[in-house]
């Protein structure tokens, strides 16, 4: 499912650096897309997974912006049944939490940080 969203999502958010893990120094903006659980229906025609969205930047108003564009990046490419060469589709798109603003002491400040987790379908290539 990692391969599916960086073949969906990096294309959709060019303005962002996107990835399936949290870089060391991290670049704003920054979108972690990545599969955090699930199972296979049936490994050779469908699975499900649960995907957590998250995105950073110095700006409240670009971090809800880039988590809605990866939301409608999601949903077209459900609809539209696109095809991310050599890894799949997604079959089915299901939202379990809209993206919110996640306010954290811990982050750095002036940093604005959105969630959102997603249940997709999933069909090999």
Do not use: C, H
């Amino acid at each position: 499912v990692n391969s599916m969203l960086m073949g969906i999502l990096r294309p959709a958010l060019p303005a962002a650096t996107v990835g399936t893990l949290i870089p060391a120094n991290m670049p704003y903006p920054f979108v972690l897309a990545r599969g955090v659980g699930g199972a296979a229906i049936d490994p050779r025609f469908v699975g499900s997974s649960l995907v957590d969205v998250q995105v950073w930047s110095q700006s409240d108003t670009v971090s809800e912006d880039l988590s809605e564009d990866a939301r409608v990046a999601l949903v077209i490419a459900w609809r539209n049944q696109t095809v991310v060469l050599g890894v799949g589709s997604i079959a089915r798109f299901s939202e379990e939490s809209s993206p919110l603003l996640l306010p954290s002491d811990a982050a750095p400040k002036g940093v604005y940080r959105y969630q959102a987790t997603y249940r997709l379908a999933t069909r090999p290539a």
